[in-house]
């Protein structure tokens, strides 16, 4: 149960959250040339999408963590509570406080309509904390000719590209179902109500 919690959180890291960062980059730099207002109602959809997975994202890294400390056997249980609540407990709580507090920040007009914020929650949901940190501790290598064989993976850029169309397609699917089970609830509630 504990490996498809994870699975879940991974597609939610990997594919939601990035992809929202894609689409909310593309979309700062298309909003000055093209005026439709179906790129607006996408905006909002996507980022009421988002919002709505901040939250299955909060729901799914408790019940992971709580499941985690049931089954763990009493050497581990003592380790991960140590990282949660131990001398360096910010490492451990920061991402996933950030994400949540982001994507629900995101629910507000004022802040949707800031540019300089979307950027900066679109960038944070791109590179989470532990891709920053990575990054940031490999500057230190020695990067000389006579090193270039440490890394053994061929980059290939279409590869790249074609996974990000796929991040970008499979996200704005789910924002697609995303609206359409909203309106169908919304009329539903309509119909109801009369």
Request: charged share 15%; aromatic share 18%.
């Amino acid at each position: 149960m504990d490996e498809r919690l994870l699975f879940n959180l991974e597609i939610i890291l990997v594919d939601f959250f990035s992809a929202y960062g894609l689409i909310t980059l593309l979309y700062l730099i298309l909003l000055p040339f093209i005026k439709n207002p179906l790129l607006k109602k996408l905006d909002n959809q996507s980022n009421l999408f988002i919002s709505f997975i901040g939250i299955v994202y909060l729901i799914t890294v408790s019940t992971t963590t709580l499941v985690l400390l049931n089954i763990l056997d009493e050497e581990s249980k003592t380790h991960l509570l140590q990282r949660m609540f131990g001398k360096y407990w910010f490492g451990f709580w920061i991402q996933p406080l950030l994400w949540v507090s982001i994507t629900q920040f995101l629910r507000f007009e004022v802040i949707r309509k800031n540019i300089l914020l979307r950027l900066l929650f679109s960038l944070l949901l791109i590179l989470s904390i532990e891709k920053m940190v990575i990054l940031f501790t490999s500057f230190h290598r020695d990067y000389l000719p006579s090193s270039w064989s440490m890394s053994h993976n061929p980059f290939y850029p279409s590869n790249f590209f074609l996974e990000l169309l796929m991040k970008v397609s499979i996200y704005l699917l789910f924002v697609g179902l995303f609206f359409f089970i909203t309106k169908k609830i919304n009329n539903w509630r309509i119909a109801k109500a009369k």
